[in-house]
């Protein structure tokens, strides 16, 4: 039997009692489980490219320029994806497009195997990326409207914790694959799993597209629902916390410049950066599970706050520290237990306030600005770097993170809800 979601988010996919609920709660649970795993498939792959990219310098006689390219457009593409999910999810039913696009991706990767140049690889790597692009808007929609406010904290930041453990997996595995089999066929390697899971998806995942598309019309045009993104007071504050803790977010600028930091100003040997950036990832996997069951409990607003106050002390810490591994190495796990789960409860704020399939509109210009903003502010830091210091870089992220945290703070009060949803305010 399929898992059969329905859009109202309070029902949590089932709407009778006893066991129609608990086998709801069950189908929820392996919907989440699908999402999670192909989330950690896509995240194995972006751990892998940095490690197969000295061997494309090297087989295709490359300079490190052309892997920038790579990078840029390849990103480039996948995040402007991330835009037309709004539009897509109205006329296909989300779960098609969450396991067509892990087969899409899977293929893609497998295909990318067989690149001979950088123009081939650049093109399969950016048909992999669209192939992805519905995992974080519609798999964290999807989720949203499967599980009830007083849990989809958990469920979203369960989704991004699989996603962390890819990135956590992949560089021992694919390492390990590189030296034995090369890195094209170690890529091609990686592209198997996402067929599995995409045919999983497809055969197990069920939602009702038809009382999905009779809500979408019923609240406005795709135009009307945009404008109230960026309307609303509540969802612009939220959407600019988002741009502004991208300053210190996690995998995209804390662990770059934090293992840039250790092995080039402090020291550290490759052994000692490598148990330091371990201990970090851990905290990825662990922190954005208790963040979110936190959020339940507690509320949102109230959560990001504590959270973002934790990033900015963390990232102070780890300066104090200076190569004193009695204090870095006890440090590290809390501190990735924090920064890695702002980000996961942020987004379930922003399920929490946007309702029904304007909730799929709003993730789309979330994750697009995201994916934009990331990029913007890897190069800022490096500037700071560069022209100042590793550690006026630091105390930048770290006033990115009390600027989140102040722009949270002005969310307050219900959020409008959709005709007989359940008026529960998880700020």
Known sequence: MGTDIGTDPSTGGSSGPGGSRRSGLRRAGLTLALLALSHAVVHAQSALLPLAYPYVLKEFSLQASDVGLLIAVTSAVGGLMQLSYGFLTRRVARPVLLGAGQIVFGAFLMVAGLSHNLWQLISTISGARIGSS?????????????????????????????????????????????HAVGWQATIAIFGAPALVVGAAILLTVREDHGAYQRAASASGSLREQFRTVFARGDLRAILAASLVAAGGRGLDIVAPFMLLYLQGPLGFSEATTALLYTLLLVGAIVGPLLAGLLSDRYGRRRTLIVYYALCAAGVLAFLASGSNLALLIPLMLPFGTAVFSESPVLQAFLADRATGPLRDVAFSVYFTAAFGIGAAWAWVIGQIVQHASYPAAFSVMAASYLAAAFLVSLVRGPAPRLSGEANLDRA
């Open 134 to 178: 519905p995992q974080h808007p519609v798999g964290n929609a999807l989720l949203s409207d499967l599980y009830p406010p007083e849990r989809r904290g958990f469920a979203i930041s369960a989704h991004i914790s699989g996603g962390n453990v890819g990135t956590l997996i992949a560089p021992i595995a694919g390492l390990a694959l590189i």
